[in-house]
Every structure is written in structure tokens, then in C-alpha cells.
């Protein structure tokens, strides 16, 4: 019988401990396919951040370091200078990106620093138990926001691909989700044209995938895909924000520019 | 190798600055902080020279993980900074205990609390031993007394770091970092190191992935982890404790004091002799491991041991466990960037030896 389906080289046998209906697993699943097609496994080291895929360096059939929350691409940037010729990722919740580590991703950007990061953005904090994250959206509940969040006592979310997308260092800076086929197929997209740009030295790519998180949004899987769409996107307008001249090689993964 | 004539003068900062490169350093990675600066100037200048990369990171929390990554990816690497920078790095010291990576880091300190000052201190000895970190670790702690011993002991930090993979700290003050003495960059004394076969360069599709970690979410491993790593410092108390012991053979009473304190109580044991007290001198060389051994062989005609620091008292503690209620242990510091003078120290003594009649 002919193979129509099988596991990517690029994950090992671990079983995944997310919970049902979070899509971390097929990002992680994205992203091993991608280095496995580039035919980079071998040749690649990652970065695990801390939040709920911080066991993703025993899922990442690859060199794999575990960081301490928010530094994985100041980690990485030390990986990547004493291995320059080697594919290094970073893979970072946004609690982990866009709070405690700020100040480490906009200044590997501003450096150009030549890493990919793997951006997941699902509005909280997932791993604590579902506490306000910077990205978390205006009315919506967490754990410490119990009233939904107030901008004006709180502030306002965060958006990281716009706020990295005016630093020259930055080459490749893309939000994506994967709330359905097409949009996963467009997310692959992204990751690939984000490696590409990093083995062409071309300076920091970043991919910001819109994520769900069914367990502490207190949703159904089904219908935490259908509020990444409705209420996440309108928020977070998916688009390419930042892409070189030069780099074409998945064609435009995006949609239209923001 | 005439090493006369390779003797050159230094600033302290600019000495273990060469130092580590000579002692294999490639990646440096810092933020500026005085007393220190001119060790990441240097860097600046002297890496891309040998091929190296020196990077100013965004802080010294950013630093501290480039080493980290550096050091996973089997570099040798070393950042350097000054108290208030050490603090912020302690995250990552922990981290990079705990996941067994080796490298360097120079703490040329200054006073506090706080911002503190930038005149010489000693006020970071508890932050050097007691770790500032979370969890149950250690590192060797370095402290020399001049700039050829700053010069040899950076050097040779690079190899026991590799050895024990763990961290190891040079803690100097402001004056190591900023006074000029001759140095000479001699060869390093080599240990027998295993290949970095643990680093993540890539796993060439030959070999299973490496991964660097701290992380052992089962009570059972994180323990077993634990005393591995306990293991290895037993191991570094048991081989790595130095100290100088000076007149202290038939002395009366003896100071400890490391570092630029220790320079002071040298001169003042001399003047002590020659007024006809027999004074010594038990100069750490590593603060950790402590060097109990020296107080082990004190003789026992001593009747009064004395910390004297540039701190308001914190030596002082492993003075009084590695004597163990042997001797009455008394203290003199002075803090904030304040120098002990030698005639102060002299009277120090001459007080609690009265007190001890
Ligand atoms: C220094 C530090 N502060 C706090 C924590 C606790 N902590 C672990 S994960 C996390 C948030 C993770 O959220 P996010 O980055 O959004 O990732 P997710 O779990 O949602 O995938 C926090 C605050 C920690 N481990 N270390």
C-alpha cells in the first residue's frame, strides 16, 4: 500500500501532553515538518520557552535547549553566534514573548539577529492557569482579569508583529492562525519563508501564529476555533508585516498588508 | 618562553580581559557597568582579532542567557559585570548550574546596597557563595589579590569550569579592576577534559538529540539530579579550596581578609611583627569552596582570629564555621567604597586581644 500519511521526522515518538483542542501540537507539527522538508533536522537547534510547550525539547526531533521565561532569543542568539551556519529557532507563548521576555525579543530583532521565532498568541497564559496575558483582548475574562479585561486600568493588548515590523532588523515578520486547513497551509507557509530567510542571513524572522486554548478560554475546541476567527482576528489582522526582496521561495504566504 | 620579557603592565579589568582570552574565551557576552567597562571594551576590541565574537547584550539578564545558549552550544564563554549587573544575572547562574553548562563570569564589585557606589566593596560575598539564585547549587569563587594572580586565575577558570561544567566566578573590586600591575600571561595549568560531546551543535542526523535543561518535573528525578550535582560539589570542596597562609605558623592572632583587604593585612602583619605581635594572615583564594583546611592548621598558640572585609560582615560567618568555636572570632569592615586603613586594622587587633586576655 502506497504511504499517504505519515509522521514527520521531525517530532519524536513522545506522546504530546496538550490538552484536547489546544493547537500548539500542530504548530509544533508545522514546524517539524518544515525543517524536515528544508532537510535542516540535523543541522538545527531549538529554543523551548517556558508556558505549555515547555516540554517541546522532547517533542522537537532535534538539538533542543529549555530557557528560562522570555529569554529564549537572547539563548538563542548565544547558539547562534558561536554556530552561525546552523538553523536556530526559538518557540515562545505569549506571555513568555510578549511580557516577561519584551525586552529580549525587540532587541534580537533590532539586531537583526539571524533566528526564527515561532510566535504562539493565544490571548492568556496557559500554562498558570489561564491568568491575563498582554495579549489578552479588552473584555475578555481570564483569572485575574475576573471582570474581563479594562484597557483603561490595565492597558491595552499588545500587537508584536506591527510593534517588531518597524525595527530594520527585522526581515520576516508574519501573523498567521491556524483556526482551519487553509489558514494551517498558509501558517506553514510562513514558517518555511521565515527559515528560508534565516539560512539566507537575511536577519530575524518571526512568525506569530494565533493559537486556541479551549482549557482556559473555557471553551469547546470547536469553539475556540470559531473565537480565534471572530474575535482574535479582528484584533489581530493576519497579513505579512515585513518580508525581504529577495526572498520568494514559498511564494506569498500571507494575506494582504497591514 | 622568556617571560620576563612578555611582561607587560596592566590595568586589572584589561589583564583578565586577555587572560581569558588567552585561557580560550572566543564569546563574550556583557552590558556596560562601572567598575568593569574597560573588560568589555577590551572584548570589543581584541575578539574579532582572534576570531571571536564580543556582543553587548540589551542588559545583563539578556547576557547572562547568551552565555547560557553560548555555553549549551559548547562554546567557551564568559560575561563579565559589577554587583548591581551580578544580581540581575542570577536567574541565569541557576539556570546554568542546574543544566551543567560550563563558563565565566567577572564580578568586579562595588558597594551597596542599592545602586550603591562604584568605589571598591566587598559586599557581594554572600551574593558570590551563598548563591543569589534559586535552588541548591554552588560554584568555585575566585578572588585574587593582585593582577597576575587575576590574570592566571581567569585563565585558568576556563578549564575547571569546563571540567566540573559548571560555572565558575572571578570576584574582584574596583581596585583589582582598575589598578596597574606587571602581568605576565603564562601557560595555564590543563586538566584532563572529557570532548563536549553533550553540546547542541546539531545532531548531523547521527546522533540523538542533546538537549540542554533544568527542567525535571518528577519529584524523584529532580532529586536524583540534585545529588548528582551535590556530588560534584563535594567534589570542588574536596580538590578546589586555595588560600595563602602567611606568618601564620606560630602567630598569636591571625586575620582572614581576600582580595584588596588582604593587600592591607599583609602590610599590617608586618608591623604587627615588628612591634612584637605575632600576627598572620589567612588569605582565601576561593571563597568557595572555603578554605577550612587552613583553619584546621592553625597552630594553637592563637588566641583571637579576625575577618577584616569591605563589607559590613560576611566572611565573617564561614570564619566562625570553619573554626568552629576553636578560637574567639572578631570583625573589622568598613563598607560603601571605604578603605580600611592599616593603622585602624592595627588597632582593631590590639583591642580584642585585650579583650581576649
Ligand atoms: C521567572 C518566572 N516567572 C513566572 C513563571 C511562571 N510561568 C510559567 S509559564 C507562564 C506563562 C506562560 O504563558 P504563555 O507564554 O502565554 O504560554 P502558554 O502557556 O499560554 O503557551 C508563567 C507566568 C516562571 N516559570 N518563571
Known sequence: MPVVFERTRGLTEKEFHFCPGCTHGVIHRLVAEVLEEMNELGNTVGVAPVGCSVLSYQYFNCDMHEAAHGRAPAMATGIKRVLPDRMVFAYQGDGDLASIGTAEIIHAAGRGEKITVIFVNNAIYGMTGGQMAPTTLAGQRTTTSPLGRDPRQVGFPLRVSEMLATIDGAAFIERTSVHDPAHIRKTKKAIRNAFECQKANQGFSMVEILSTCPTNWGMSPLESLDWVKETMMPYYPLGNFRRPEAVTVSGASGGGHA | MNQTMNKVLMKGNEAIAQAAIHGGCRYFFGYPITPQNEIP?????????????????????????????????????????????????????????????????????????????????????????????????????????????????????????????????????????????????????????????????????????????????????????????????????????????????????????????????????????????????????????????????????????????????????????????????????????????????????????????
Not at chain 2, 606587571?182 to 586538566?191: E, H, L, S
Not at chain 2, 606568618?247 to 592572632?253: G, R, Y
Request: charged letters at 20%; a negative charge; one cysteine or more.
Open chain 2, 41 to 357: 571594551e577590551y572584548m570589543a576590541r581584541e575578539m574579532p582579532k582572534v576570531g571571536g565574537v564580543f556582543l553587548q547584550a540589551e542588559s545583563e539578564v539578556a547576557a547572562i542567557n547568551m552565555v547560557y545558549g553560548a555555553a549549551g552550544a559548547g562554546a567557551r564563554v564568559m560575561t563579565s559585570s559589577s554587583s548591581p549587573g551580578i544580581a540581575l544575572k542570577q536567574e541565569g547562574i541557576s539556570y546554568i548550574v542546574g543544566s551543567e553548562v560550563p563558563c565565566v563570569i567577572v564580578n568586579i564589585s562595588r558597594g551597596g546596597p542599592g545602586l550603591g557606589g562604584i568605589q571598591p566593596a566587598q559586599s557581594d560575598y554572600y551574593q558570590s557563595t551563598r548563591g543569589g539564585g534559586n535552588g541548591d547549587y554552588n560554584f568555585i569563587v575566585f578572588a585574587p589579590a593582585n593582577i597576575q594572580e587575576a590574570a592566571d586565575l581567569t585563565a585558568e577558570a576556563f578549564e575547571i569550569a569546563d571540567y566540573y561544567r559548571n560555572p565558575v566566578m572571578v570576584l574582584g573590586d574596583g581596585m583589582i579592576g582598575q589598578m596597574m600591575e606587571p602581568v605576565v600571561f603564562r601557560d595555564t595549568p590543563k586538566r584532563e577534559l572529557q570532548p563536549k560531546d553533550w553540546a547542541t551543535t546539531g545532531t548531523g542526523g547521527v546522533r540523538a538529540p542533546n538537549i540542554i535543561n533544568s527542567l525535571h518535573l518528577q519529584p524523584a528525578d529532580l532529586e536524583k539530579h540534585n545529588e548528582h550535582l551535590q556530588a560534584k560539589f563535594r567534589l570542588m570542596r574536596e580538590n578546589e579550596a586555595r588560600s595563602e597562609s602567611y606568618q601564620t605558623a606560630d602567630a598569636e592572632f591571625v586575620f582572614v581578609a581576600y582580595g584588596t583587604s588582604a593587600r592591607i593585612v599583609r602590610n599590617v602583619v608586618d608591623e604587627l611583627r615588628e612591634r612584637g605581635v605575632k600576627a598572620g594572615l589567612i588569605r582565601p583564594i576561593t571563597l568557595w569552596p572555603f578554605p577550612v583546611v587552613a583553619f584546621k592548621e592553625l597552630p594553637d598558640t592563637v588566641r583571637g582570629v579576625m575577618s577584616v572585609e569591605m563589607s559590613c560582615g560576611q566572611m565573617v560567618d564561614d570564619v566562625r564555621l570553619a573554626l568552629n568555636g576553636r578560637f574567639p572570632v572578631g570583625f573589622h569592615g568598613r563598607s560603601g567604597g571605604m578603605v580600611p586603613s592599616q593603622q585602624e586594622i592595627i588597632e582593631a587587633c590590639l583591642d580584642m586581644l585585650k579583650e581576649v586576655e
